[in-house]
């Protein structure tokens, strides 16, 4: 039966705070408008607006998958990630909000870079969704990347989300074991790589556990894995001024920034993330 918009979006909310989901009323809106294909402005000005059963069963059916513990963005299939549109699918991360702070981090070098050159390479290793790659992108306009990962499923998804949000002439993909298969040299090597120990991914809470892949998240026995490798191919991928930014766990500081300095690196800038926990490293090569 046909039910009203704003009666809709009280009872999802009011399912939310009831199961004790803390932005109860926040991931209620999403749903909503996603599922009814209205906008925050809708359930304001026209609260009686009346949803066809389609849309009403396929938003119960939305609700049931959150109420057991399902991510919300992970229902609707997408994230903003800096202001871009990504597409979610079943072997990438959902790209949280604090790798924001690594696209804000690498930045500025990748602009010293273009003033200096005119363009700037990218190198994107582990690249899911294609969120770091295409979030430098689309505020440089001369900038390349190349978007690596192992899963086939996720180079698709982030070739997707490259074409929809106009970045696809200057994004490619390539499938490898980490940067194995990666040739040439590039300015600006980023990385959010698997970080957590292997022990360590069976507590994380459900939410991660069951629905992010496990490839995105398992960074092998001490979860530094990832950043030997790279720290070791590093050299070689990287152009003489070159630049690596990645993300890190908040307490891989000085694991990471070691590692990376027992190869020829220094350490020259650092940030911490919105919750004031150390997030991404920047390293040059000495
Ligand atoms: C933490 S996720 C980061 C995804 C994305 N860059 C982001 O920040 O949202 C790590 C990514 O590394 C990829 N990955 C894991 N092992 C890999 C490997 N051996 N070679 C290439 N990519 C790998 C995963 O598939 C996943 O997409």
């Known amino acids: 039966m046909a039910e009203p ?17 803390a932005e109860a009323a926040l991931e209620a809106r999403i749903l909503v408008e996603h599922f009814t294909g209205t906008e925050r402005k809708d359930a304001i000005v026209n609260p ?62 990748a602009r010293a870079c ?29 900038a390349t990347a190349l978007g690596v990962d192992i899963s086939a499923d996720a180079l698709a998804t982030a070739r997707a989300n490259a074409d929809i949000n106009g970045c696809g002439a200057r994004f490619s993909t390539l499938q490898s074991d980490w940067s194995k298969a990666v040739e040439g040299k590039f300015d600006l090597l980023v990385s959010n790589p698997p970080y957590i120990p292997t022990n360590d991914v069976q507590s994380l809470d459900r939410s991660v556990r069951e629905f992010d892949p496990r490839c995105a998240l398992d ?25 690596i930014a990645v993300e890190i766990g908040f307490d891989q500081k000085q694991s990471v920034a070691d590692i990376f300095s027992a190869r020829g690196f220094v350490l020259t800038d650092s940030v911490r993330d ?8 920047v390293f040059h090569l000495a």
């Open 5 to 21: 918009l704003g009666a809709l979006l009280a009872a999802t909310r009011q399912a939310f705070q009831q199961a004790g989901i």
């Open 48 to 109: 009686d607006r009346l949803i066809g059963d389609a849309e009403v069963a396929a938003l119960r059916a939305a609700v049931a998958r959150r109420l057991a513990g399902e991510p919300v963005f992970r229902i609707i299939g997408e994230r903003e990630f800096y202001g871009l549109r990504l597409r979610l699918s079943p072997e990438t991360l959902d790209p949280r909000p604090d790798t924001e702070t690594l696209v804000d981090l690498a930045l500025p070098h």
């Open 114 to 142: 273009i003033a200096r050159t005119g363009s700037c390479r990218i190198l994107d290793l582990g690249t899911g969704t294609g969120a770091i790659a295409l979030a430098l992108l689309s505020v440089l306009p001369e």
């Open 219 to 243: 960074g092998g026995q001490d979860g530094l894995e990832f950043y030997r490798l790279t720290a070791d191919d590093g050299p070689r991928l990287l152009n003489r001024e070159g630049v």
């Open 274 to 281: 919105l919750g004031g926990r150390d997030r991404a490293l």
